[in-house]
T-cell receptor
């Protein structure tokens, strides 16, 4: 067990709706990254937060946004859901001084 | 061309065989992860390495920074090793992922 927990584990939403996914980081880890993994593909980097500020972003539109809280837990928000947003969403936390990342179990989002 | 290329994409082995999975990358990195993903999605980090070789039980990972290549070896493979293995080179701000190698070990 990595100490990184994500909620919910599964979620079904309707196209056009908004969704919030949550991640609790490993204790002491101040950096969290979010990834999208479509079926049969490798994960794709969405963005990274360090000390409550976004400090890196992949090729995702602005309707993908995030927050990191003072306790280093974080949220991924997706607005105006599209069918192609159906995927496994993974978060990973790390201590910025040590690059080893610890992953959560993921949230499987289905958009219908 | 993808930034991270893994081979093979799929691999079927008999229990006890020696397994090698290869990863080539084109990005500059500070480290590289080898990850294991079981059905259901959870990812476990097997190794993080930035040079040389690391060994953990039956698993061995090597990296050649100059050649931008890494390999994951599994000795005496077992059906419980069946999973997707993902190579993920890493720089300061993000991790790039290979598409994964789906390994099936038959008893």
């Amino acid at each position: 067990e990595t100490g990184v927990t994500q909620s919910p584990t599964h979620l079904i939403k309707t196209r056009g709706q908004q969704v919030t996914l949550r991640c609790s980081s490993q204790s002491g880890h101040n950096t969290v990254s979010w990834y999208q993994q479509a079926l049969g593909q490798g994960p794709q980097f969405i963005f990274q937060y360090y000390r409550e500020e976004e400090n890196g972003r992949g090729n995702f539109p602005p309707r993908f946004s995030g927050l990191q809280f003072p306790n280093y837990s974080s949220e991924l928000n997706v607005n105006a859901l599209e069918l192609d947003d159906s995927a496994l969403y993974l978060c990973a936390s790390r201590d910025r001084r040590n690059t080893e990342a610890f992953f959560g179990q993921g949230t499987r989002l289905t958009v219908v | 061309k993808n930034e991270v290329e893994q081979s093979p994409q799929n691999l079927t082995a008999q229990e006890g065989e020696f397994i090698t999975i290869n990863c080539s990358y084109s990005v500059g990195i500070s480290a590289l992860h080898w990850l294991q993903q079981h059905p259901g999605g959870g990812i476990v980090s097997l190794f993080m390495l930035s040079s040389g070789k690391k060994k953990h039980g039956r698993l061995i990972a090597t990296i050649n920074i100059q050649e931008k290549h890494s390999s994951l070896h599994i000795t005496a493979s077992h059906p419980r090793d069946s999973a997707v293995y993902i190579c993920a080179p890493y720089n300061n701000n993000d991790m790039r992922f290979g598409a994964g190698t789906r390994l099936t070990v038959k008893p």
